[in-house]
Each structure stands twice: as structure tokens, then as C-alpha cells.
């Protein structure tokens, strides 16, 4: 579903991405693992097209979309869930939902809550509630669901168990397997590794904008890899 070819992202003279090569199968879920400031958060950007590349190209399903701008790559199948949620907490559940799917056919939309409330029934008893009055664990299964009403092929979900206690950590990570279950690609961005690895089909680590092991998840687990990129060691 997805490629990454050699993509090298700046920001000014600060490299964050160094020929960084990445695949994700159709279905799958990929997690990137790593330490703060490792280029994680900005591998997902600039696959979504909010980072331009200075080497590199992407690939989407056979399609080269490396000079594709971001909204029509929504329109090609990707969303982004940001860090933060980033919810609109004056709107309605339901309106937040409704703005996810902006792109969508009136059938479309339709299908799209109908998705959201049978993924997360606890926002389809909050529809009509603002989101501002919603748990934190609730902000985040609507951010998710708001980025599923554009009906991705590929979901890039950045640190969304962050500020969740552990009851609603488990249960975001469970709704994302059940997303990947239904067809949709995950590429997760994670903190904590630990729930990520037990989630993911194929892992990364990133140290420095670069990959230092990646494989499946039990393989990099036992590495120690993990370890030593959060610690530092």
C-alpha cells in the first residue's frame, strides 16, 4: 500500500529524515517507533504532504504521489490523525465528524458515521454533546473517527495513546487493530512501544532521522534496540 524510497525531510539546516526507507502492506499495521526528535512525526507528515522532500520519492498502491499536494492526497485514500487530537471543541461530536468527512458524497458521510458509531459506540451515545465535555479517551476515539470519514486506504496515526490512562489506552489499541481488520493500512507512530508491538504486523526504530532495525515486532523487541533508543544507551 505504501513505499518510502530514500526520503531525506529539513527544516531549514535541521535534517529530521535521513534516507529513510519504509513499506506498508495492505491491511497491515506498522508501527515507527523512537525517542523524541527521532523524525517520527515528520515521516508521517511527509507522507501525508505537510513536509516537502529533499531526496526521495513515495509511492501509494503503484501510484508515484512524491509531488502530489496533501488535499488531493486525502482524496487518494490517506488520512492524518495529528498529535493532540486537535479536535474542534465549541462543535458537536457529530459535527467534528461530519467536518472528517467535508470531501465526502452525502452517501459517503452517511456511511462514514455509520462507520464511526459501530467502531466507537461510546461517541454514537455523544453525538449531540460538544466535544469540549467529552473524556480524554473519548477525544481521541473521535479523532480517529474523524479521520476515518474520508474512507482512507492508509490511516497515519501520530502518538494516540498520549495523556490516555491505561483503561483507555487498551481500548484506542484495540479499535485500531479492528480498523486494520476491516482493510484499512495503520501507520503508528507510538511512544509507548511496549502496546505498539503487540498491535503491529512490522516495526521501525528510528534513531536520528534514520532506521536502525526494523522486523517483526517480536524480533525487534528482543533486540534490546528499543531499549537503548528511548534510554539514550
Known sequence: MLRLEGITC???????????????????????????????????????????????????AGLDITRVRAPQRVALGIALCPEGRRIFPEFTVEENLRIGGYAASRRGTAAGLDRAVGLFPRLGERLRQSAATLSGGEQQMLAIARSLMSGPKLLLLDEPSLGLAPI??????????????????????????????????????????????????QAVSASGVVERSYLGA
Open 10 to 60: 529539513a527544516y531549514g539546516p535541521v535534517v529530521a529524515v535521513r534516507d529513510l526507507h519504509l513499506e506498508a502492506p495492505r491491511s497491515a499495521i506498522v508501527c515507527v517507533l523512537g525517542a523524541n526528535g527521532a523524525g517520527k512525526s515528520t515521516t508521517l507528515k511527509a507522507i501525508a504532504g505537510l513536509v516537502a522532500l529533499r531526496r526521495g520519492r513515495i509511492w501509494l
Open 168 to 217: 483507555a489506552m487498551r481500548q484506542i489499541f484495540a479499535r485500531i487493530r479492528a480498523i486494520s481488520g476491516e482493510g484499512t493500512t495503520v501507520v503508528l507512530v507510538e511512544q509507548n512501544a511496549n502496546m505498539a508491538l503487540r498491535i503491529a504486523d512490522y516495526a521501525y526504530v528510528l534513531a536520528n532521522g534514520r532506521v536502525t532495525i526494523e522486523g517483526p515486532p
